[in-house]
């Protein structure tokens, strides 16, 4: 009998193969997610031994709340799982047309709906106990799925598809098994019961058995999935690289930057904006973000590239977001120092990291020089290096306590995601 390996969420199996590897889902996981893991299949009581015992055990796993941020950098957003779900209703109308011409065909949950349904059955509520008869019983009308009308208008998928099971759980996970593993993870987060349950990726039995072997299994982003981050200089690339290391390790793998060891190769707005030129020129596959600061010459880049060029799907440039909290800075200029919005004019990256320096005056900007074609002036951070100077020597616990406050640069992480994502999703979809 073949040995099976699975990816699992709460005891439903989302792919099951035995013989051959199947999926490669590392790109899911990081290195920190090897683990231990007691196994339904592994007679306990029989006389292993501790290194085989210890083999059998081994898996990936990770809650399915820690993993929605990788699902999305995969591509895997809500749009995306919309985008298969209306393809799956569309596929089901073609598959009733043709099986059943002379029938009417109910029509199927909205995706709205279909989210409600998930949403209605949290799978710690779902019985997960064998039951013989199981599908009879759902046939005559008792259970639980038999009484939601909803179950009846979902998509069936593939024509033949089992869409039976031998408990509550197992059945519930072959209902929704019409969309593709990711997928099916991804919406299931929508239901906040669910983000406790482990994603697991057994695969110990499967190398005891012979069929693979450790060195197989590998957690991290693979290569083709990362992304790029080409910035303005070497501290927008030094401050990102140390916010995703402090903010967001659990997705830090996914993210590249240019080697700035001695230089920064492409500094400035002026010679960035030739590297993506030159890039979009000789069509690099790679993931690319571009990312300019939140100041004149940023935007005013940021308008050049978007008017000169259709950036390819794997390309995208943004400026550092708005902040309310710029909107009210000091700022001093010819007639003195007075309040402003710097957005847009004099927000580079310091601007968004903790600002409240020990022996130092408060915060402001200096207005440099004017920029004519967008009649505004840049402004430049006083004393800049020094904020990131501080912001280097933080502790994760500095940041948790809050005497670090990261909230300004956990929204330019946010925003770098957002860009990151769509740029997966329109690459999955496409």
């Known amino acids: 009998m073949s040995t099976p390996i699975t990816l699992s969420v709460g005891d439903i199996d989302l792919t099951y193969n035995t013989g051959y590897m199947g999926m490669d889902h590392g790109m899911l996981y990081q290195e920190s997610d090897r683990r ?11 006389a292993h031994s501790p290194e085989g015992l210890h083999q059998m055990e081994l898996c990936f796993c990770r809650t399915l709340g820690s993993m929605v941020s990788r699902l999305e950098l995969l591509g895997y957003t809500m749009g995306s799982v919309k985008s298969e779900y209306e393809k799956q209703v569309v596929l089901d109308r073609d598959q009733f047309a043709e099986y059943e011409p002379t029938e009417v065909r109910p029509e199927r949950l909205t ?56 408990s509550e759980r197992r059945h519930f ?15 299931l987060a929508e239901n906040p019961a669910n983000l406790n349950e482990d994603v697991v990726w057994d695969y110990g039995i499967f190398v005891d058995a012979g069929w693979a072997r450790n060195e197989d299994f590998v957690g991290s982003a693979r290569r083709t999935q990362t992304y790029l981050i080409a910035t303005e200089g070497t501290s ?16 830090e793998d996914f993210f590249r930057f240019i080697d700035i060891e001695e230089r920064h190769p492409f500094s400035g707005t002026g010679n960035l904006s030739k590297f993506a030129e030159g890039l979009v020129k000789i069509d690099v596959h790679s993931r690319v ?78 207005w440099t020089n004017y920029k004519e074609s967008l009649d505004i002036y840049q402004g430049s951070l006083d004393y800049k290096d020094s904020y ?25 992480i946010a925003a770098l995601l957002e860009q990151c994502s769509g740029i997966a999703a329109e690459m999955l979809d496409s």
């Open 36 to 46: 231990f893991r007691r196994h339904g299949n592994i007679d306990y009581d029989y």
């Open 111 to 166: 995706f709205e709906q279909f989210v409600d349904f998930i949403k209605a059955h949290a799978l710690r509520d779902l019985k997960n106990e064998y039951v013989d008869g199981y599908d009879a019983e759902h046939a005559q009308g008792q259970g639980r799925f038999a009484a939601d009308p909803a179950v009846s208008l979902l998509p069936s998928g593939v024509f033949d598809r089992d869409i039976g099971g031998y």
């Open 173 to 187: 996970g072959s209902l929704i098994g019409f969309l593709s593993p990711y997928s099916t993870l991804r919406v």
């Open 236 to 251: 927008d690339t030094h401050i990102l690289k140390r916010g995703l290391s402090l903010l967001r390790p659990d997705i």
């Open 289 to 366: 973000i571009f990312l300019l600061d939140n100041d004149a010459e940023g935007i005013g880049t940021y308008r050049s590239l978007l008017q000169r060029f259709k950036l390819p799907v794997n390309m995208r440039v943004m400026v550092l977001p708005d902040l309310d909290e710029l909107r009210d800075f000091p700022a001093n200029g010819p007639s003195g120092v007075a309040n402003a919005d710097i957005n847009g004019c004099a927000a580079a990256i310091e601007c968004y990291l903790d600002l409240r320096l020990e022996g130092r005056p408060s915060p402001q900007v200096t």
């Open 388 to 412: 990131a100077k501080a912001f280097y020597k933080i502790t994760p616990e500095a940041i948790e306590s809050g005497a670090y406050d990261a909230s300004k640069l956990q929204i330019v």
